[in-house]
Each structure stands twice: as C-alpha cells, then as structure tokens.
C-alpha cells in the first residue's frame, strides 16, 4: 500500500517540501506520497486526529505549530526536549514520535564545507523559534560564544540565557552593534525573517569579510540582500536552501532508514526557484 506523508503549517500552499520528498521518492522508486496539509492555528488537535485516522506515516510540522505540536506527541526526542519544539514526526502504529530536525539540518551544510565550529565565535542575528534551534547547535558542536542580535532586546536576552543553559558563553547586543563588529565573529547568521520580502540586510555588512562565515537562513528568495552583499565582501556564504535540504534529508531518514537522494532533492529545489 503507498504510505502518505505530509507537511502541516499555515500558509502551506508555496511549500517546496512536497516537491523535495516526491522527488526523492522517484529517484529511489518508492511507493510513498508527501503532501501538503493546511491546518490552520487553533485547529492543530482536529488536524492530527485526521492524520491519524488516514494512517499517516510521517509529517513535517511547520509555522504556526512547531511548539504547539509538542502537546499532541506521544514520544519526544532529545532534540525536541532541549529546543521545545516538532518539525518531523514518525507513526509508529499510532504512536507519534516527535523530532526536530532544523538544528542538525542548519549544521549540515557547514559540516558539508570542513568548516570547524569548535572554538569559535557566532554572532546570530533573531531569537525567534528558528535562532533557538541554530543555538542550541552551536552550542551542540562546542563553538567558544555565541553573541545574540535581536530588534526586541527582551527576547534576546532570553535566547543568550537559553544558550547560556547549554553550557555556551553568550550575550546579547544591538542590531547596529551587531553590524559594526560582524567582521570579528567566525559565524554570522541570520536567523530573523528581514529579507523575506527583499528587505536589505537586517545590519550593515561594511565589517563583512573573506574570514566571515555568512548563513542567512531565508531561502525564497535564494540570494538575499544579507547574502548578495556579504558575497560582495569576498565571505563564504552558506545559502538557506541548503539547510531545507539538510532537514528534509534527516527527516528523510528518520521516515525510510535509507540514505536521501540529497542530489535528486537539491535539483527539484533549485528548479523551483
Ligand atoms: P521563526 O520561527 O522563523 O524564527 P519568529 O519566531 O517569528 O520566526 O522570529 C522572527 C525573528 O525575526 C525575531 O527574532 C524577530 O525579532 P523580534 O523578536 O524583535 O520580533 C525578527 N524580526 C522580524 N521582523 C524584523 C524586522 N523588521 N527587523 C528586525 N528583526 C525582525
């Protein structure tokens, strides 16, 4: 019998990710479908009660339920405990078993270039749901600090003192400081929604250099304002369609326990572009 999988979220319709599975799907010769799901805010329990009665095999979660999920999961992973939030679940036999892959995601494409993180210095801009997860992997791989950028300070403060609990030194600074000292921090990644819409970059790139590691996680557009600039400034950049990638091929491989087909799933996504 095809098995079924989904994406859930609000808006759903511009999702790439049924593209980025059916293709792998048809690479590999599987007999599995992935759909997209739309399941508005409020409506998260009715949702998952018709996935569960369709026998879904396997979901991904996205915005606005990735925290909200975590009430309606029979089982957690590590990964989820520490970062409070689902974006890949597993049924296994009506059991729901929640994941998060957007933090191994993030770290793969860096991983993929030989880059170390350990001992080095990050400077990440946001501290929404996104930011917590590429903290928390920083933190995971050993880097030195991690100093937090956010437009609300409140909130940035509270994502250093996360990173803080992880065992990371960490602090908190302005968006125009963040801009002057970029040039000094191995990392700098955007982690903010500035640049969804073409926006310029969410700070000033003058300090951006080739010894920058630029990652700008907004993917649609690919190359953003952030990135385009920073690629002026001769800095490694790590493109956001990468880490989409990266956490569909983990979620991939939680679901079919076969490696994913990351060349199938890369060409369907730039062809979407
Ligand atoms: P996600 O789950 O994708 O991380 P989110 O939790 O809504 O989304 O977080 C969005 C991030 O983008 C936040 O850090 C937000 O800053 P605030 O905490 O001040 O809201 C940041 N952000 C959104 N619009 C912004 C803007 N115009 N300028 C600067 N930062 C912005």
């Given at each position: 019998m095809t098995k079924t999988f989904a994406v859930i979220g609000?808006?759903?319709?511009?999702?790439l990710s049924p593209n980025i599975h059916n293709a792998a799907f048809n690479a590999l010769g599987m007999d599995c479908t992935y759909i997209a799901y739309r399941i508005p805010k409020g409506e998260l329990k009715e949702g998952i009660e018709s996935l569960r009665q369709i026998k879904i095999s396997g979901f991904n979660v996205t915005i606005p339920h990735k925290i909200e999920m975590m009430r309606y999961i029979d089982e957690l992973s590590e990964e989820c405990k520490t970062i409070g939030a689902i974006n890949t679940v597993t049924n296994e036999n009506g059991r729901l078993i929640g994941h998060n892959t957007d933090m191994d995601g993030f770290l793969e494409p860096i991983k993929k270039r030989n880059i170390a993180i350990k001992n080095e210095d990050v400077l990440l801009l946001g501290a929404g749901g996104a930011a917590r997860a590429i903290a928390a992997g920083f933190a995971k791989e050993g880097a030195h600090k991690i100093t937090i950028a956010n437009r609300t300070k409140e909130k940035g403060k509270e994502l250093a003192k996360f990173a803080a609990s992880l065992g990371i030194e960490s602090n908190e600074t302005s968006l125009d400081e963040a801009g002057q000292n970029a040039g000094k921090y191995k990392f700098v990644v955007n982690a903010t929604s500035v640049g969804l819409k073409n926006e310029l970059s969410p700070i000033s790139t003058n300090a951006i250099n080739s010894q920058n590691v630029v990652y700008d996680i907004i993917y649609m557009p690919m190359n953003t304002d952030f990135i385009a600039q920073s690629k002026k400034k001769s800095a490694i950049v790590i493109y956001g369609y990468e880490m989409l990638l990266g956490q569909a091929c983990l979620a991939f491989e939680i679901w079919h326990k076969v490696k994913a087909p990351y060349d199938a799933m890369r060409k369907v996504l730039l062809g979407g572009f």
């Open positions: 609000d808006p759903i319709d511009h999702s």
